[in-house]
């Protein structure tokens, strides 16, 4: 998955998103010890679209669907590739997941999977949603109350069975990244990157965009205002993870 919270042009993304997707990026995807890491089970994108911020998803491949390449000329502030762990292959299971609150549009992305029992919530427009959905409904009501560090201090901190919980969370004048695992840093770890086009965060480290590559220390969540463009890092607080 790939963030630029200010957004820049989808012609700088597609071939590092077709890249990492395909387990062609980063040398710990061709260490078969770990298994195949291809992320095939679709994907989604929020990008701009007559001044306003759109979301698309597909259950197809990435580098199989052709529709990503109209992205080019677009400005792109999310993409994820899924791999599914729990829930089936569906339009409604494919990242970024969407949620209006205050008026407002927020858009959410996970890696990793959470094995607690995650029960669905009232807001939750189905049961069987993804432990992914559930996760983001669980932070909503601190989106709400415009807490959300709060928010991942108090969910985040309370999960004791998962993978992962590296997160990418957009809102209207806000953007967090949420880097937090239990297993595989080297390959959960997210990355952090001082870029030309203004900051952005990756599943990977990206040659594309900048050398000033900093690895996001586990325990850790990023905030960028979007409307200033400025970093601020802090910890989450949670049992072992700083």
């Given at each position: 998955m790939i963030a630029a919270p200010l957004g820049v042009s989808g012609s700088l993304l597609i071939e590092p998103f077709l890249r990492m997707a395909q387990g062609r990026n980063a040398l710990n995807e061709h260490n078969t010890a770990y298994g195949e890491w291809t992320h095939a089970n679709g994907w989604g994108v929020v990008y701009e679209e007559d001044g306003r911020l759109r979301i698309d998803r597909s259950i197809l491949a990435c580098w199989e669907d052709p529709a990503i390449h109209a992205l080019r000329d677009k400005r792109v502030f999310l993409l994820h590739a899924r791999r599914a762990s729990l829930g089936g292959v569906s339009l409604e299971?494919?990242?970024?997941?969407?949620?209006?609150?205050?008026?407002?549009?927020?858009?959410?992305?996970?890696?990793?999977?959470?094995?607690?029992?995650?029960?669905?919530?009232?807001?939750?427009?189905?049961?069987?949603?993804?432990?992914?959905?559930?996760?983001?409904?669980?932070?909503?009501?601190?989106?709400?109350?415009?807490?959300?560090?709060?928010?991942?201090?108090?969910?985040?901190?309370?999960?004791?069975?998962?993978?992962?919980?590296?997160t990418l969370l957009l809102g209207p004048d806000d953007f967090w990244a949420v880097s937090?695992?239990?297993?595989?840093?080297?390959?959960?770890?997210l990355t952090l990157a001082d870029a030309d086009n203004g900051p952005m965060v990756s599943s990977e480290p990206l040659v594309e965009f900048s050398k000033?590559?900093?690895?996001?220390s586990d325990g850790t969540g990023v905030h960028v205002d979007r409307r200033t463009g400025t970093v601020e890092t802090c910890s989450l607080g949670c049992p072992a993870h700083g």
């Open positions: 299971n494919t990242h970024p997941f969407e949620q209006e609150i205050d008026g407002a549009c927020w858009s959410f992305c996970h890696n990793g999977t959470v094995r607690d029992e995650l029960l669905a919530l009232p807001t939750m427009a189905k049961e069987d949603a993804t432990d992914s959905e559930k996760v983001f409904h669980r932070l909503m009501p601190y989106l709400h109350e415009g807490q959300v560090l709060k928010g991942f201090r108090e969910v985040y901190c309370g999960f004791r069975n998962f993978t992962s919980l590296n937090l695992c239990t297993r595989d840093p080297a390959y959960y770890t000033r590559q900093t690895p996001i």
